[in-house]
C-alpha cells in the first residue's frame, strides 16, 4: 500500500504544469484537515514544476492580456499586458477596469497603462507601439 492508496479524494489535487514545456501532471496531497497545508507534490520533472504546484494551490496567479481602446491611432486598439502575473480572483476586475481605459496616440511599447492595478503592486503596459493616424497609413484610405 502506498501512501497515494492512503490519500483521501479530497486531500488531492491535480494540476497540468505549465512551468516548462514537458507539460508534467502534478498531484498535491495536503493534510485531510488544513487543505492549505502541503504534504507533498509529486510528478514534476523539474523545479519549477515543484513552484508551480505550490503556487497554484495557495494563491494562484494569471498574466492578463487584452487590449484598450486609444484614440487617433492607425487600429482602433492597442494589446496591453500585465507585467507579472496578478492573483486569479482579480482578473475579471482589471479586465473590466482595462474597459474604462482610453489612450490617445502615438503610444509606445511598454508604455504604462495603469500603475499598481487593482492595488496588486503590477503594472499594466502597451505591448506595441500604435502611430498616430494620418491619411497615408490609415488601412485602407488611398486606393491606388
Not at 483521501?8 to 489535487?13: F, G, N
Not at 504604462?112 to 502611430?131: F, I, P, Y
Amino acid at each position: 500500500m502506498t501512501a497515494l492508496d492512503n490519500a483521501q479524494p479530497d486531500t488531492l489535487s491535480h494540476y497540468l504544469c505549465i512551468g516548462c514545456p514537458m507539460g508534467c501532471r502534478l498531484e498535491v496531497e495536503t493534510e485531510p484537515d488544513h487543505p492549505s497545508q502541503i504534504v507533498e507534490v509529486r510528478g514534476f520533472s523539474c523545479r519549477r514544476g515543484e513552484q508551480y504546484a505550490h503556487q497554484e494551490h495557495t494563491e494562484p496567479r494569471r498574466m492578463v492580456t487584452t487590449t484598450v481602446k486609444i484614440d487617433r491611432g492607425i487600429w482602433a486598439r492597442v494589446p496591453v499586458k500585465t507585467l507579472e502575473p496578478i492573483p486569479k480572483g482579480q482578473v475579471k476586475d482589471l479586465c473590466i477596469a482595462l474597459r474604462q481605459v482610453c489612450l490617445t496616440a502615438p503610444v509606445e511599447r511598454g508604455a504604462v497603462v495603469l500603475a499598481d492595478a487593482l492595488g496588486t503592486g503590477v503594472d499594466v503596459v502597451t505591448s506595441r507601439s500604435m502611430a498616430a493616424a494620418t491619411f497615408d497609413n490609415v488601412a485602407g484610405s488611398a486606393v491606388r
